[in-house]
């Protein structure tokens, strides 16, 4: 079992940054799928950014060119750059690690902070 724990959520002002961090608390070299995920106030959860094996990164059109997903294999930890927040950007956010090959799979997620941008 591998317990993620994620950190780095807050208020701040629209045009300002956070950084999230989600931390394992083992080894995540062996994942090869890295997401975030947000759920705004009174909707469903959505996707916002991924990782996968190689370091490919994809967006949602709604965040991309100001969030930057990474992933830290020394640290155990994922990371989510948010830049020019917006208040639409409002959320709880998760992360979610996992490793989708078909042998030795897992699927772990946080526990979710909060982003709250006010305009």
């Known amino acids: 079992q591998v317990q993620l724990v994620e950190s780095g959520g807050g208020l701040v002002q629209a045009g300002g940054s956070l950084r999230l961090s989600c931390a394992a608390s083992?080894?995540?070299?062996?994942?090869?799928?890295m997401a975030w995920y947000r759920q705004p106030p009174g909707k469903q959860r959505e996707w916002v950014a991924i990782m996968t094996s190689g370091r490919n990164t994809d967006y949602s059109d709604s965040v991309k060119g100001r969030f930057t997903i990474s992933r830290d294999n020394v640290k155990n930890t994922v990371y989510l750059q948010m830049n020019s927040l917006k208040p639409e950007d409002t959320a709880v956010y998760f992360c979610n690690i996992a490793r989708r090959t078909g042998i030795l799979d897992y699927d772990f997620w946080g526990q979710g902070t909060q982003v709250t941008v006010s305009s």
């Open positions: 083992r080894s995540i070299s062996s994942a090869n799928y």
